[in-house]
């Protein structure tokens, strides 16, 4: 999909949005026909007009976009006179910055994919709508409930900045290493516990004739992955804040560095399939289904990104990264995750009320039930995959979620820094390559890092 992410994979893309946003923060708009709030009531309210159309813009990647027509029929149920004019694209940011420039974007849009708008540049050019009100109006499916109550701890702080909620996320994702079930039970394979015990096992794989490892190339945010959780692990809350509030030196600390030592390894002893480097997400990922590969390192996303080339009997399951050490400051079952494929109203949409309305239905039970069954990822609803019947790779994602209990952690630089972002990239994508060393990858962040905390024009956030 190159769904995803919780960050703008395509530093150009964020450079482009950063830069236009800001400097056109004022631009264009008229104001006259803009749909106006009309009265509120039990059955209606976020006082959504009845006739006035409504425009959504959805990233249609590995979750497909048949969950935003689902709200957008469960709207059209309580309001049959909204035409809702529905567009499932690729390229989020290349398409609509030039609308968001001249302030006439569209009423609802899903800001996720490669390339997406930078969040952290449409917050500080005040280009989102506050979500409180639809965040205290009653839920679709209990209006004894308001909205908020139905969510998963973290969804609405994930998406909060300066107190004000602005972005609300739709799948709850972690991240892992992935392999094949059926795979290992053929070989009497286990999941390693630890990083040691995972480059022995790599050697067993490699004498059984598969590559141990492979990873998307291209983006090499998800070789970053395993390697921030290692450090995390290793380092604990702490290390994690540290590194989202930019405090000297934390991209130098042992944690991180014996984090990036580790994935290194995998470079060193040859346990990366050759040419990965090479692959795009789908190239990569397709290998691995092919049973080419024993190993690949995604977000909870990946079944249903795969599930129309993956064999019967695969029997994909995400394991959570390993420990790094014997004395590490989270246990193993930690894991990282977070709230994703982001929502957002944007301000100067000519129907705010509508999209709002539009979110409040796409967060129902109905909806994120449909979202679990076709997308084979977790809405952040709760209870919204009570009773389902769940297949491999989601059941292992929700078993993750339940042994992991309070140890689970995020890291925010992503979306708050850019610029840091695409530097991190860069820096693994030489480091998986061998053509830098750890400690040269540690130096080339953390110089990163500091000129992000040095740039008075970039919006600092806190932890």
């Not at 130098?252 to 995998?266: C, F």
């Not at 100067?348 to 039970?365: I, T």
Request: some cysteine; proline content about 6%; hydrophobic content about 40%.
């Amino acid at each position: 999909m190159n769904l995803t992410r919780r960050t703008a994979l395509a530093g150009v893309a964020a450079v482009a949005a950063s830069t236009g946003l800001a400097a056109c923060a004022t631009a264009g708009g008229d104001d006259g026909d803009r749909v106006k709030q009309g009265d509120t009531s039990a059955e209606n309210p976020l006082g959504v007009s009845g006739e006035a159309a409504l425009e959504v813009v959805i990233f249609k990647g590995g979750y497909g976009d048949q969950y935003a027509i689902d709200a957008g029929t469960s709207l059209k149920q309580k309001f049959p006179k909204v035409a809702v004019d529905h567009k499932g694209i690729q390229g989020v940011g290349e398409v609509l910055q030039p609308r968001f420039v001249a302030d006439s974007p569209p009423d609802v849009v899903d800001n996720s994919g490669a390339g997406r708008l930078d969040l952290a540049t449409l917050v500080s050019a005040g280009k989102l709508t506050d979500l409180t009100s639809l965040l205290d109006a009653p839920s679709l499916d209990d209006p004894a409930k308001k909205v908020r109550d139905t969510l998963m701890p973290g969804v609405i702080s994930d998406g909060t900045f300066d107190g004000k909620p602005l972005v609300l996320n739709y799948s709850s994702v972690l991240w892992g290493v992935w392999y094949s079930k059926s795979l290992f039970a053929k070989h009497g394979w286990t999941f390693p516990k630890t990083w040691d015990e995972m480059l022995t096992l790599n050697d067993e794989i490699s004498k059984a004739g598969l590559h141990p490892w492979t990873w998307q190339g291209k983006y090499p945010e998800y070789l970053n992955d395993p390697l921030v959780s290692l450090a995390a692990k290793a380092g604990g809350f702490d290390l994690v804040k540290s590194i989202d509030n930019l405090q000297p030196g934390a991209w130098q600390s042992p944690a991180m560095l014996a984090a990036a030592e580790a994935v290194h390894q995998l470079a060193v002893r040859g346990h990366i399939m050759p040419g990965s480097e090479g692959l795009s997400h789908t190239e990569a990922q397709n290998a691995w289904c092919k049973g080419q590969v024993a190993f690949i390192p995604c977000g909870s996303w990946l079944e249903g990104e795969q599930q129309a080339v993956t064999p019967a009997g695969f029997d994909m399951v995400m394991g959570t990264v390993p420990a790094l050490t014997g004395s590490d400051k989270l246990p193993n079952g930690a894991v990282m995750a977070a709230s994703s494929e982001s929502f957002i109203v944007p301000a100067k949409a000519k129907n705010v009320p509508g999209g709002l309305e539009f979110l409040r239905h796409l967060f129902s039970q109905k909806v994120a039930r449909g979202f679990a069954e076709s997308a084979k990822a977790l809405p952040v609803v709760t209870g919204a995959t009570d009773g389902l019947s769940l297949s491999s790779g989601l059941g292992s994602v929700a078993e993750a979620v339940k042994a992991a209990g309070p140890n689970v952690f995020s890291y925010k630089f992503r979306t708050w820094y850019a610029p840091l972002s695409k530097a991190l990239d860069d820096a693994t994508g030489e480091l998986a390559t061998k053509r830098i060393n750890p400690q040269q990858w540690a130096e080339r962040v953390q110089k990163a890092a500091d000129a992000v905390a040095k740039d008075s024009s970039i919006v600092k956030h806190q932890r």
